[in-house]
């Protein structure tokens, strides 16, 4: 019957739409795409690289006075040798940064591999249409059947619309982190005085920040496919369309959840590390 069909093609959708959702959050950067985003911004790193180490010298010498009373305690040993430390450290953080922001995706990661291996089937458990419904609809008319055509119709078209905007936050976390790495060296720079360097703190914060959006996003998809996945108690004593609009209706409410979560997912990894 076409209301089936439809139903199910509504579910066979959402299930698609979690699983390219889980597949697009365990890429990197370098293969999303095939690379070819990744290999423009590392580009665009190397030439802003430039630019960093120009902006290193103008913010250690604002920092050494603001800092210093006078340029005579540079001859202290233990003050030189403690701006000597902050210079090399910037420097090391502008030159190796792009090397130093992938470590941390990978460790994010592997936090990500680990929560979806914990899962079990690749962390997908598919939401099923309940017997009940099928039996119900099969034994409805052509005429009580037209009320449930328009339930499945706007249910299926809700449905499709949350699971692209899902699949929008997703890529909305790649675009901040390409946005990251090509402008990296400019923030990190700010290591290098002591008055600056809140901005290269906030910089990091904010990078782990994304990273971090995966593992709460992954989170949120096994939560809401454990309560999709355990269907709905049906009432089968009302009529055909009430139970498929109680169902279409509770099923569209955990997806919104589910959407409303990875839509807030930098709000909520901000709030974690307090940003």
């Not at 936090?111 to 939401?127: M, Q």
């Not at 090509?182 to 720079?189: H, S």
Request: proline share 4%; charged share 15%.
């Amino acid at each position: 019957m076409w209301i089936i069909d439809n139903l199910n093609f509504t579910l066979r959708v959402w299930n698609e739409k979690l699983m390219e959702l889980m597949d697009l959050i365990t890429q990197s950067p370098d293969t999303f795409k095939g690379g070819a985003v990744w290999n423009v911004m590392v580009n665009i790193h190397g030439a802003v690289r430039a630019v960093g180490l120009a902006l290193l010298v103008l913010f250690f010498v604002i920092g050494v006075m603001k800092t210093m009373g006078s340029f005579a305690e540079l001859k202290r040993p233990e003050v030189a040798l403690k701006m000597f430390i902050r210079f090399a450290c910037a420097k090391a953080a502008v030159t190796y940064g792009l090397e130093l922001m992938i470590a941390l995706f990978r460790i994010v990661q592997g936090l990500i591999s680990t929560i979806i291996s914990a899962v079990g089937v690749g962390g997908v458990i598919p939401s099923i249409l309940p017997p009940e419904i099928i039996a119900a609809v099969d034994r409805t008319g052509f005429f009580e059947s037209i009320p449930l055509w328009a339930v499945t119709l706007l249910g299926g078209l809700f449905v499709m619309v949350l699971s692209f905007i899902m699949i929008l936050s997703v890529y909305g976390r790649f675009f901040r982190l390409y946005l990251y790495t090509a402008i990296a060296p400019v923030p990190l720079a700010t290591f290098a005085g002591e008055s600056s360097q809140s901005v290269g703190k906030s910089f990091l914060k904010g990078y782990a920040a994304v990273c971090l959006e995966g593992a709460v996003i992954v989170l949120a998809c096994i939560i809401a496919m454990v309560f999709t996945s355990s269907p709905p108690v049906v009432n089968t004593d009302v009529a055909a369309v009430t139970m498929v609009w109680s169902y279409v209706g509770e099923l569209i409410f955990n997806m919104l959840i589910l959407v409303g979560t990875v839509k807030m997912a930098d709000r909520v990894v901000k709030e974690m590390l307090g940003i």
